[in-house]
Every structure is written in structure tokens, then in C-alpha cells.
């Protein structure tokens, strides 16, 4: 039986995971790095890569003890290629290719924001091709019409700031600890005021893109314009989080009608966001289709998604022989040419 062990050292977070064929994900471990960075205020790349190198031989060991297998038993191993923070990446890609080499095993190199998107076939019910995918993480915001495995067309994105981005930003502007988005949203739930209201960045105007930098500078107006109190706070990231999310639902619509699409996958950091859940599902019930969420710990960085993707590779024959193992990584790496 197919067994596959993705390696995701990206960003912030070692995440090593096994993905079985007939039993779905066997292994699952996570270190986050959260704690460390958050002295800083946001992640030191340094500091990152080093504590990947810490991580990530016992976090595989701990993922074969959990699944209860050796390393004979794996068919392939599969590690993020790219996009993310050089240093952290290459330690999971030398890590993973010297693994493959030792064990004699074929390996997989994987688009970060695949593994994001492929997510939600992880779960019981999982969306059938082709789908409209929104991808919103701490990096990127993206509109993806999926056709196929591989066949991923980028239809809209954000032309600033990623959602997740000013997310963190509004919340560090609002002296929130780090990461902040999490915390916003935490925070945004006892938002009371309902006359409060920011802008829907370029929802006035044709087209699928976005611009989340604007609202982080209007926070920053309200918040100057407040009385500092704790309730105030909680209405500013409320009308906040409003914005965000009604703007990622309007593009979703727009982009719906355009592919024709009944199904919705939504991914990425930001999808763990319980307001956004509900809006988008609420907008695929009314439009008679369904939106696909990962379960939450497999909507921040994982090891999981990248060991599904390789496996969904796997599968295609798309594996590197084993003895060529080169090192290669790619900081910057457009989806869209993921695969061409
Ligand atoms: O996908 P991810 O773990 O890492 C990247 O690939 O970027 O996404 C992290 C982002 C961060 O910006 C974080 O603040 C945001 O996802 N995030 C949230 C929530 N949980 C995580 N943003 C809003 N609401 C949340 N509940
Ligand atoms: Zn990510």
C-alpha cells in the first residue's frame, strides 16, 4: 500500500506527516515555531531555518513511531520545493532528497500552495474537479480555477498585502501579540458596533483581484480616532474582519459566475476563519453548490498536505528516480508555473 512522508518546513512551522493510501494520514506532527518568532514581532528567517534543523529528524521519527512503521514501508518522500523562506526550505528539501537517498526511495518535490489547495481532500467528503479554489494564507490571496491535478489557472490575486497579511498587520497596529490573525478574529467576536464600517477594497469595479493594504492604514485612522478602551478595539477589528471577509465573499461570486464552478475549496491560514467559513458557505448554499474547508489543523502549514500532494504525484508517476537527488528549491514560484 502506498505510503508517502511530507515534509513542510516553508515558513514557521516543521511539519512532517505520513499519508497511507487505503487509511489516509497515519502520522501527524507539528512543531510551530510561533513562540520564538513572536519575541520579534514576526518570523526571523535565521531563526527559522535553524530550528527546522532541530526539529525535523526527530519529528520524522516520531511520525514512523505513530504510524507504527518503518522506513522500508514508505513508498516515496515528498517536501516542499517552494514558495517560502530560502533558508527554511532548504532544509526540509536536503533533508527529505538525503532521506529519499538512504532509503533508496523516489522523491517529490511540492508547490507549497498545492499542498493548501489540495487540503480539503483530506476530509470525508472531498470536492470533485473541477472547482473554484480561494487560497487565502499569510503569503498569498488567490483565485484558482482547478480543472485537474496539476491544471491550476490563477484568476485573480492581491495586488498588495495577502489577506492573512493584514490580518497580522491591522493586529500589530492594534497591539495584538503575534500572529496576530487569530488573535483579531478571537477578538473581532465581541465587536458590538454595527454602524462601523470599512471600505470593500476594488469591489466597485470589474475584475477578480484584491488590495487588503488600504484597511490596515484605516485601522490605524480608527483606532487614533477611539477612546482605547477594550470594547472599542473589538468594534474596529470586527468592522475589520467584516471587510476582509465580505470582500474575499464578493470576488468568490464573481468568480463562481465566471467558471461556472458549484464547488468551492477554501484554504490557507485564513480559511481557519470561522466568520469566513460561514459567509462562503452561506454563498454556496444560496447558489445551490458546496464550499470544502480542510479541518483546522490542516489549515496553517502542515505536513500533511504536502505529504497528499505527493502522494496525488505519486500516483501520476510524476517522482524523481532514486540517485538523483538534487538540492533545488524555489523562494519565489508562481503556481501557475508550477507545472508548465
Ligand atoms: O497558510 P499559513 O499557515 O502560512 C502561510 O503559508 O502563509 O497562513 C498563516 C496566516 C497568518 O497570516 C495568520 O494570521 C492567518 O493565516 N490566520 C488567520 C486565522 N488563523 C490563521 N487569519 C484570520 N483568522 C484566523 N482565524
Ligand atoms: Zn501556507
Not at 6 to 15: A, L, R, V
Request: net charge negative; with cysteine; hydrophobic share 40%.
Amino acid at each position: 500500500m502506498t505510503k508517502i512522508l511530507g515534509i513542510e518546513t516553508s515558513c514557521d512551522e516543521t511539519g512532517i506527516a505520513i499519508y497511507d493510501e487505503q487509511k489516509g494520514i497515519i502520522a501527524h506532527q507539528l512543531y510551530s515555531q510561533v513562540a520564538m518568532h513572536g519575541e520579534y514581532g514576526g518570523v526571523v528567517p535565521e531563526l527559522a531555518s535553524r530550528d527546522h534543523v532541530r526539529k525535523i529528524i526527530p519529528l520524522v521519527d516520531a511520525s514512523l513511531k505513530e504510524a507504527n512503521i518503518t522506513p522500508e514501508q514508505l513508498s516515496a518522500v515528498a517536501y516542499t520545493q517552494g514558495p517560502g523562506l530560502i533558508g527554511a526550505l532548504l532544509v526540509g528539501a536536503t533533508i527529505g532528497q538525503s532521506l529519499a537517498y538512504a532509503w533508496q526511495l523516489p522523491s517529490i518535490g511540492i508547490h507549497h500552495l498545492e499542498g493548501h489547495l489540495l487540503a480539503p481532500m483530506l476530509e470525508g467528503e472531498k470536492p470533485e474537479y473541477p472547482f473554484l479554489a480561494l487560497l487565502v494564507s499569510g503569503g498569498h490571496t488567490l483565485l484558482v480555477s482547478v480543472k485537474a491535478l496539476g491544471d491550476y489557472e490563477i484568476i485573480g490575486e492581491s495586488i498588495d498585502d495577502a489577506a492573512g497579511e493584514a490580518f497580522d498587520k491591522t493586529a500589530k497596529i492594534m497591539g495584538l501579540d503575534y500572529p496576530g490573525g487569530p488573535i483579531l478574529a478571537k477578538l473581532a467576536e465581541k465587536g458590538q458596533d454595527q454602524t462601523m464600517r470599512f471600505p470593500r477594497p476594488m469591489t466597485d469595479r470589474p475584475g477578480l483581484d484584491f488590495s487588503f493594504s488600504g484597511l490596515k492604514t484605516f485601522a490605524a485612522n480608527k483606532i487614533a480616532a477611539s477612546d482605547g478602551s477594550e470594547q472599542s478595539k473589538a468594534d474596529i477589528a470586527k468592522a475589520f474582519q467584516d471587510a476582509v471577509v465580505d470582500t474575499l465573499a464578493i470576488k468568490c461570486k464573481r468568480a463562481l459566475k465566471q467558471t461556472g464552478a458549484t464547488s468551492l475549496v477554501v484554504a490557507g491560514g485564513v480559511s481557519a476563519n470561522i466568520s469566513l467559513r460561514e459567509k462562503l458557505a452561506k454563498l454556496m448554499r444560496d447558489i445551490g453548490g458546496k464550499a470544502y474547508y480542510p479541518r483546522h489543523e490542516y489549515c496553517t502549514d502542515n505536513g500533511a498536505m504536502i505529504a497528499y500532494a505527493g502522494y496525488c504525484h505519486f500516483k501520476q508517476g510524476e517522482i524523481l528516480k532514486p540517485n538523483k537527488y538534487p538540492v533545488k528549491v524555489y523562494p519565489r514560484w508562481p503556481l501557475s508555473e508550477a507545472f508548465s
